[in-house]
């Protein structure tokens, strides 16, 4: 890995992965609008999942879930609230989800899947 873009896309790629053998159906990746970015949109349990992850490989630089802050957590509910309406979907049953990505030393990513991570109405972050 040469920067910290090139390790994102390798944690987003092997998070994708984990949450289909995790039973998600994914339906959008990298969706961008107005109001942020949605790392993935998927289906999972009869609701649509918004799912933001987020990979490191140094816990000196803090956790994954330590990375989401309110103000991320506003974007991206943001972001899906307009994503629903462009598809005409505001009734469909929602979450969001997170996995965190923390590559070891060996390179093998490890994985915590977080679901209803945070909801609209409460932005706490909560575990």
Not at 50 to 66: A, W, Y
């Amino acid at each position: 890995m040469t920067g910290r873009g090139d390790l994102g896309r390798l944690g987003e790629e092997a998070a994708i992965g984990h949450l289909k053998r995790s039973g998600y159906r994914i339906i959008a990746r990298n969706v961008r609008n107005s109001y942020g970015e949605l790392d993935a949109v998927a289906v999972e349990g009869g609701e649509i999942a918004f799912v933001e992850i987020r990979t490191r490989t140094d816990e000196n630089l803090g956790s994954p879930e330590e990375s989401m802050t309110p103000s991320k957590r506003a974007h991206i509910i943001r972001a899906a609230l307009a994503w629903l309406q462009s598809k005409d979907w505001e009734d469909q049953p929602m979450r969001f989800d997170f996995v965190g990505v923390q590559f070891g030393a060996d390179g093998e990513p490890e994985f915590n899947l977080i679901r209803s991570a945070f909801t609209g109405d409460d932005a706490r972050w909560s575990r």
